[in-house]
Structure formats: structure tokens, C-alpha cells
């Protein structure tokens, strides 16, 4: 797939995820999806330390770290993927 046309389809699915409540979606499926957006948009989780760390911020952390071995054009489409078949239901 073109550089282009991936990046396109990762914006009208993050577009798509905006319209959905959190309500509906599982914790488990949120972590992906919000691990699999990092990863595309920002790269490798850098860690650092910090004195103040939440229970919430380790669970997002793990679930970065998780697909940290995938590319950023890898994580847009596992994005795109888990996008449309959650629109599907």
C-alpha cells in the first residue's frame, strides 16, 4: 500500500474512532487501540522515570510496549483493521 493511501485511511479511521465512546469499547481493546496509535504516530515508547506514576499510565505504557517491535506503517494498519471491524458490530 502507498505511503499516501495508508495514511489517508489511518486519518479517517482515527476520525472514525473519535465518534466512538469509550462506553462501548472494552479497556483491552482501547489499550490496542490507543497503543497502535502511538506507535504510528509517535514511534518507540521512550521511558522515562517519573516520581508520580498512575496505575492507568502503566497499563497504556505496557500495551505500547507490547507492539514496540512493529513499524509505524504496521501499527496504522492494525489501527485501520481494528477500526473497521469494530464498526462492523
Known amino acids: 500500500m502507498r505511503s499516501e493511501d495508508l495514511d489517508t ?19 483491552d481493546v482501547q489499550l490496542r487501540l490507543y497503543a497502535y496509535y502511538k506507535q504510528a ?9 517519573t516520581t ?7 497499563f497504556k505504557t505496557n500495551a505500547w510496549m507490547q507492539i514496540s517491535h512493529l513499524s509505524a506503517e504496521q501499527a496504522k494498519e492494525e489501527y485501520i483493521k481494528m477500526i473497521t471491524d469494530l464498526s462492523k458490530k
Open 41 to 49: 504516530t509517535f514511534g518507540n515508547l521512550q521511558t522515562k522515570q
Open 9 to 27: 485511511q489511518f486519518q479517517a479511521a482515527v476520525t472514525k474512532a473519535l465518534t466512538m465512546t469509550q462506553a462501548t469499547l472494552p479497556q
Open 52 to 58: 508520580t506514576y498512575h496505575l492507568r499510565d502503566a
